[in-house]
């Protein structure tokens, strides 16, 4: 497996109209590696559009290059590019069957019909679209012809498969079951992967690697569970799932892996995956909603007032208000616990094992 | 429900209607009994004046023209010249429409501007700004003389180059609006998928343009076959239809010869009509919404670019030279002869043609305002009402906008110089004739734009409205009304322009008493006075842009965005 098989290199993007001009994507650096999916999150105008369209050849990058396989593809037209793009709105040629649409590429290519016919066959059986040959593309169902785009952009046998946000226009129930599906035939086919999104949940239940984009510039790479567990900063953390954020400071670096924090007077020890604090800085402290625990109200503890109580059947959120701060706290399996109602005073006990630390900034809403 | 039940339905509800709404069910009959008597029966009296002679069956009109070549010529000379026009314009108008939506071209809206100009002026000033470039006495003549060898300006050559002028503008209309449709996603697709250029265009966007083509082909086919104005100026010895049946006409009095002429003019225009209504409209995988999709414009090669904009340029150069030596023209003491500067041309334009401008300007005022009100109404009742005779009463205002004006005009010599049953009144001669031919030939327009002003708009916009208790009157008039406003003034504009720029019909029904601005011209262009009717056209070009600029400042009073040339066009 080859670990830089697309590379992006200080790949940079400006748009310009009249006097103004839009950094789209900022001196992006990106390796991803054979039979990888990668995802670039982000909220919309982050710029991952624009970096997946230049690495397809639809956008030439400003400045920067773009590697495939150890190729340089930077100014390859589109039509000559190992890739395929899986398109937001589908593209399918409404004027060609489910079939042709499928088959498309591999005309293009010249390729005998036999092999067309085998190949395109094959595909549909993969992605499930069995006997829909002669079927207009008009007359399929918003998830076929989400499958007849994917269809027609692997069949290609891409070295990277682009897909941009493929899930958006289908509805929240296909939306999942279309993710799962789109993760096996990914792996069945073992094909690297880049994939658009900026619905959080998707990027994390479906990539490898995800990368997550902010006003061009790319905020962390990492697992979903490196970066659920151990954001970087504070847009990542709120981004991906719910945080709570309590001010604090640095009191003691105890290793390179564990630092004590003081929140609101509490001490608490946390372990990060690399120091990088000193004594005295502000930090934020990261709690997911998950990570903490309500006792009966007792001293020396973070002691705070329920604000809102909602069940879920499955969990209990609670919303405690910490001196003008608001924490949401999710118990699981309620039926454990004991019920707290609004207005009663509670501790919220911390575990210390899933708590992360940030570097505090100044939260504009 | 099967077909016998639901005819009972309609007819009860139909029967409601006369109950619940009286007052519409009248102005439905009235509508119809209009539409009838000026819309169907002045086509059928030229129908029957070419089959009955003496009140009996009688081919001989028909066999007395296919037995001389000199008579039916004619029709294939129309032909041929519809399908040169219709070709050469709609490969113009297409690559106009490519670059303005396909290509990063500099100066777009200076170029759509120039592009449709063609279709706000009087039809024949092209022809008679050929006649001053490239006639005998042609500032261009002797240059072109030398390039090309003889050549002259009369006849098909000069006909194709300017109906191509003309009427180019309407293929590009029709073109840029499907090229507009067309997702660029779809392009981007088949280039992902390793198309070029050269395979994306004949595999994506040719195909999905075709329908649009084939309609625009058809329809700038229906106004070459139908245009009277630039042949009678310059046809030479070419002779076409539309100008042999009014020269039967008025030069022989010999109306069943006319007629018959005029329905060999009807039958291919209405064929073309109906397959561009019903068939290929039917065909597109394109729907027209009037909302830009997002193009994205990509760097594109040289060889692309070359002839794409070379093509553009010289198109409107085209049209800058030929309205340009109007200008220049009407300035010139003799064109040709004595090119000193002079406004006396403006003076006695304004001494000889005051009177036709005052007609003109009077019989379009009154005209335009009705034309625009039955308009807007006819839509409201095609779009939102349900009644028996819905499809007729759409299909029959729609009739006018394709019969060539000629037809039009012999039969309403024919239908209204006598009493008939239908309408016992003889209207020859006055001016009610030249309002009611303008209002009905204009009218289908104003129903156009009305129609797609109200699908546009969401019906549950309305049930809003009626859902917060307003009755459907109050509805009406406080909720679809303004929203139709724009769409309104916008057909009163394109009723005024060719209300004033009209010749090919109501140059039949004109008298001493009223005559018209365009026919005036007409006669000093005959006199070969060139330099008087260039004068007199740019008066005519220039009420024209006024009265469009005031529409234009209404509807950006009442409606943002709606630009009334988009909607002449």
């Given at each position: 497996?080859?670990?830089?098989?697309?590379?992006?290199?200080?790949?940079?993007?400006?748009?310009?109209?009249?006097?103004?001009?839009?950094?789209?994507?900022?001196k992006?650096?990106?390796?991803?590696?054979?039979?990888?999916?990668?995802?670039?999150?982000?909220?919309?105008?982050?710029?991952?559009?624009t970096?997946?369209?230049?690495?397809?050849?639809?956008?030439?990058?400003?400045?920067?290059?773009?590697?495939?396989d150890?190729?340089?593809?930077t100014?390859?037209?589109?039509?000559?590019?190992?890739?395929t793009?899986?398109f937001?709105?589908?593209?399918?040629?409404?004027?060609m069957?489910?079939?042709?649409?499928?088959?498309?590429?591999?005309?293009?290519?010249?390729i005998?019909?036999?092999?067309?016919?085998?190949?395109?066959?094959?595909i549909?059986?993969l992605?499930?679209?069995?006997?829909?040959?002669?079927?207009?593309?008009?007359?399929?169902?918003?998830?076929?012809?989400?499958?007849?785009?994917l269809?027609?952009?692997?069949?290609?046998?891409?070295?990277?498969?682009?897909?941009?946000?493929?899930?958006?226009?289908?509805?929240?129930k296909?939306?999942?079951?279309?993710r799962?599906?789109?993760?096996?035939?990914?792996?069945?086919?073992?094909?690297t992967?880049?994939?658009?999104?900026?619905?959080?949940?998707?990027?994390?239940t479906?990539?490898?690697?995800?990368?997550?984009?902010k006003?061009g510039?790319?905020?962390?790479?990492?697992?979903?569970?490196?970066?659920?567990?151990?954001?970087?900063?504070?847009?990542?953390?709120?981004?991906?799932?719910?945080?709570?954020?309590?001010g604090?400071?640095?009191?003691?670096?105890?290793?390179?892996?564990?630092?004590?924090?003081?929140?609101?007077?509490?001490k608490?020890?946390v372990?990060?995956?690399?120091?990088?604090?000193?004594?005295?800085?502000?930090?934020?402290?990261?709690?997911?909603?998950?990570?903490?625990?309500?006792?009966?109200?007792?001293?020396?503890?973070?002691?705070?007032?329920?604000?809102?109580?909602?069940?879920?059947?499955?969990?209990?959120?609670y919303?405690?208000?910490?001196?003008?701060?608001?924490?949401?706290?999710?118990?699981?399996?309620?039926?454990?616990?004991?019920?707290?109602?609004?207005?009663?005073?509670?501790?919220?006990?911390?575990?210390?094992?899933?708590?992360?630390?940030?570097?505090?900034?100044?939260?504009?809403? | 429900?099967?077909?016998s039940?639901?005819?009972?339905?309609?007819?009860?509800?139909?029967?409601?209607?006369?109950?619940?709404?009286p007052?519409?069910?009248?102005?439905?009959?009235?509508?119809?009994?209009?539409?009838?008597?000026?819309?169907?029966?002045?086509?059928?009296q030229?129908?029957?004046?070419?089959?009955?002679?003496?009140?009996?069956?009688?081919?001989?009109?028909?066999?007395?023209?296919?037995?001389?070549?000199?008579?039916?010529?004619?029709?294939?000379?129309?032909?041929?010249l519809?399908?040169y026009?219709?070709?050469?314009?709609?490969?113009?108008?297409?690559?106009?429409?490519?670059?303005?939506?396909?290509?990063?071209?500099?100066?777009?809206?200076?170029?759509?501007?120039?592009?449709?100009?063609?279709?706000?002026?009087?039809?024949?000033?092209?022809?008679?700004?050929?006649?001053?470039l490239?006639?005998?006495?042609?500032?261009?003549?002797s240059?072109?003389?030398?390039?090309?060898?003889?050549?002259?300006?009369?006849?098909?050559?000069?006909?194709i180059l300017?109906?191509?002028?003309?009427?180019?503008?309407?293929?590009?209309?029709?073109?840029y609006?499907i090229?507009?449709?067309?997702?660029?996603s779809?392009?981007?697709?088949?280039?992902?998928?390793?198309?070029?250029?050269?395979?994306?265009?004949?595999?994506?966007?040719?195909?999905?343009?075709?329908?649009?083509?084939?309609?625009?082909?058809?329809?700038?086919?229906?106004?070459?076959l139908?245009?009277?104005?630039?042949?009678?100026?310059i046809?030479?010895?070419?002779?076409?239809?539309?100008?042999?049946?009014?020269?039967?006409?008025t030069?022989?009095y010999?109306?069943?010869?006319?007629?018959?002429?005029?329905?060999?003019?009807?039958?291919?225009?209405?064929?073309?009509?109906?397959?561009?209504k019903?068939?290929?409209?039917?065909?597109?995988?394109?729907?027209?919404t009037g909302?830009?999709?997002?193009?994205?414009?990509k760097?594109?090669?040289?060889y692309?670019?070359?002839?794409?904009?070379?093509?553009?340029?010289?198109?409107?150069?085209?049209?800058?030279?030929?309205?340009?030596t109007?200008?220049?023209?009407?300035?010139?003491?003799?064109?040709?002869?004595n090119?000193?500067?002079?406004?006396?041309n403006?003076?006695e334009?304004?001494?000889?043609?005051?009177?036709?401008l005052?007609?003109s300007?009077?019989?379009?005022?009154?005209a335009?305002?009705i034309?625009?009100i039955?308009?807007?109404?006819?839509?409201?009742?095609?779009?939102?009402?349900?009644?028996?005779?819905?499809?007729?009463?759409?299909?029959?205002?729609?009739?006018?906008?394709?019969?060539?004006?000629?037809?039009?005009?012999?039969?309403?010599?024919?239908?209204?110089?006598?009493?008939?049953?239908?309408?016992?009144?003889?209207?020859?001669?006055?001016?009610?004739?030249?309002?009611?031919l303008?209002?009905?030939?204009?009218?289908?327009?104003?129903?156009?734009?009305g129609?797609?002003?109200?699908?546009?708009?969401?019906?549950?916009?309305?049930?809003a409205?009626?859902?917060?208790?307003?009755?459907?009157?109050?509805?009406?008039?406080?909720?679809?009304?303004?929203?139709?406003?724009?769409?309104?003034?916008?057909?009163?504009?394109?009723?005024?322009?060719?209300?004033?720029?009209?010749?090919?019909?109501?140059?039949?029904?004109?008298?001493?008493?009223?005559?018209?601005?365009?026919?005036?011209?007409?006669g000093?262009?005959d006199?070969?006075?060139?330099?008087?009717?260039?004068?007199?056209?740019?008066?005519?070009?220039?009420?024209?842009?006024?009265?469009?600029?005031?529409?234009?400042?209404?509807?950006?009073?009442i409606?943002?965005?709606?630009?009334t040339?988009?909607?002449?066009?």
């Amino acid at each position: 497996m080859k670990q830089d098989y697309l590379v992006l290199k200080n790949l940079e993007k400006i748009f310009r109209s009249g006097k103004e001009s839009v950094t789209a994507v900022d001196k992006v650096n990106l390796e991803v590696k054979e039979g990888e999916l990668v995802t670039l999150l982000g909220p919309s105008g982050c710029g991952k559009t624009t970096a997946l369209r230049m690495i397809s050849g639809f956008e030439l990058p400003t400045s920067g290059k773009i590697f495939i396989d150890g190729e340089d593809v930077t100014t390859t037209p589109p039509n000559q590019r190992p890739t395929t793009m899986v398109f937001q709105n589908y593209a399918l040629f409404p004027h060609m069957t489910v079939y042709q649409n499928i088959a498309y590429g591999l005309r293009i290519h010249r390729i005998a019909e036999k092999i067309i016919r085998e190949r395109t066959e094959v595909i549909m059986d993969l992605v499930g679209l069995k006997g829909l040959n002669n079927r207009s593309p008009a007359q399929l169902s918003g998830g076929q012809q989400q499958r007849v785009s994917l269809a027609r952009s692997l069949i290609m046998e891409p070295k990277v498969l682009l897909l941009d946000e493929p899930l958006s226009n289908l509805d929240a129930k296909m939306r999942v079951s279309t993710r799962l599906e789109i993760r096996k035939i990914q792996q069945r086919v073992g094909i690297t992967s880049v994939y658009v999104t900026h619905d959080q949940e998707e990027a994390i239940t479906l990539s490898d690697r995800v990368v997550i984009m902010k006003a061009g510039k790319i905020q962390q790479i990492g697992t979903p569970q490196e970066i659920y567990a151990h954001p970087v900063n504070y847009f990542v953390a709120d981004f991906i799932g719910k945080a709570n954020f309590l001010g604090g400071k640095v009191v003691n670096i105890l290793s390179q892996e564990e630092i004590e924090v003081d929140i609101k007077g509490v001490k608490h020890k946390v372990s990060i995956p690399k120091n990088t604090f000193s004594e005295g800085d502000r930090i934020f402290l990261v709690i997911r909603p998950e990570s903490a625990e309500l006792e009966p109200k007792k001293s020396g503890t973070i002691n705070g007032i329920i604000s809102q109580v909602i069940y879920l059947g499955s969990r209990m959120v609670y919303e405690i208000e910490v001196e003008k701060n608001f924490l949401t706290v999710e118990i699981a399996n309620p039926q454990e616990h004991k019920i707290y109602s609004i207005g009663e005073e509670v501790s919220v006990i911390l575990k210390e094992k899933s708590l992360h630390v940030i570097p505090y900034e100044e939260i504009k809403n | 429900m099967n077909s016998s039940n639901r005819k009972i339905h309609d007819i009860t509800g139909n029967l409601r209607l006369i109950w619940k709404e009286p007052l519409l069910f009248i102005s439905i009959l009235a509508i119809f009994y209009f539409l009838i008597v000026f819309v169907v029966f002045p086509i059928f009296q030229v129908f029957k004046t070419s089959l009955f002679i003496d009140k009996q069956w009688n081919f001989s009109n028909y066999s007395a023209i296919f037995s001389k070549r000199y008579y039916y010529q004619p029709f294939f000379n129309s032909m041929l010249l519809g399908v040169y026009t219709a070709t050469i314009g709609t490969i113009i108008g297409f690559i106009f429409s490519y670059a303005l939506t396909r290509t990063p071209m500099p100066f777009k809206n200076f170029f759509r501007m120039t592009a449709t100009f063609p279709i706000i002026s009087p039809p024949f000033v092209v022809a008679l700004s050929a006649i001053l470039l490239f006639g005998r006495a042609g500032s261009l003549n002797s240059f072109l003389s030398k390039i090309i060898g003889d050549y002259t300006i009369y006849g098909l050559g000069g006909l194709i180059l300017v109906e191509t002028i003309a009427y180019a503008p309407t293929a590009f209309l029709v073109l840029y609006g499907i090229l507009q449709a067309i997702d660029p996603s779809l392009e981007e697709a088949s280039m992902d998928l390793g198309a070029s250029r050269a395979k994306v265009f004949s595999t994506i966007t040719l195909p999905l343009a075709t329908p649009g083509i084939a309609s625009a082909w058809l329809l700038v086919f229906i106004q070459s076959l139908a245009d009277f104005g630039n042949p009678m100026v310059i046809s030479g010895n070419y002779r076409v239809l539309s100008v042999q049946a009014f020269l039967q006409i008025t030069g022989m009095y010999d109306l069943p010869r006319g007629s018959t002429l005029a329905i060999l003019l009807f039958i291919p225009t209405i064929i073309a009509f109906f397959l561009q209504k019903y068939w290929v409209s039917r065909k597109s995988y394109v729907t027209v919404t009037g909302k830009p999709t997002g193009a994205t414009i990509k760097q594109l090669e040289w060889y692309i670019k070359l002839p794409v904009y070379s093509c553009c340029i010289i198109f409107t150069g085209m049209v800058f030279l030929f309205y340009g030596t109007i200008i220049h023209g009407s300035f010139q003491t003799l064109w040709g002869v004595n090119p000193t500067l002079t406004l006396k041309n403006y003076v006695e334009v304004y001494q000889v043609g005051k009177d036709y401008l005052i007609d003109s300007l009077v019989l379009s005022s009154v005209a335009t305002p009705i034309a625009g009100i039955i308009g807007i109404f006819i839509s409201f009742l095609v779009i939102r009402k349900k009644f028996i005779g819905r499809g007729v009463m759409e299909f029959i205002s729609m009739l006018t906008f394709a019969v060539p004006g000629t037809v039009v005009g012999i039969g309403y010599i024919l239908a209204f110089n006598q009493k008939t049953v239908l309408f016992p009144f003889v209207m020859t001669g006055t001016a009610w004739i030249i309002i009611i031919l303008l209002v009905f030939r204009n009218m289908p327009v104003g129903i156009r734009s009305g129609i797609a002003a109200l699908q546009q708009i969401d019906p549950s916009i309305e049930e809003a409205s009626t859902d917060l208790g307003a009755d459907s009157n109050t509805t009406f008039r406080r909720i679809t009304l303004p929203m139709i406003a724009p769409a309104f003034f916008s057909g009163l504009a394109y009723n005024f322009v060719k209300a004033m720029t009209a010749i090919s019909a109501v140059i039949f029904v004109v008298s001493g008493k009223w005559n018209l601005i365009t026919i005036a011209i007409l006669g000093f262009v005959d006199n070969s006075r060139y330099a008087q009717a260039a004068a007199m056209s740019n008066l005519l070009i220039i009420i024209v842009l006024i009265a469009l600029g005031i529409i234009q400042l209404i509807v950006n009073r009442i409606g943002k965005g709606v630009r009334t040339i988009d909607i002449v066009a």
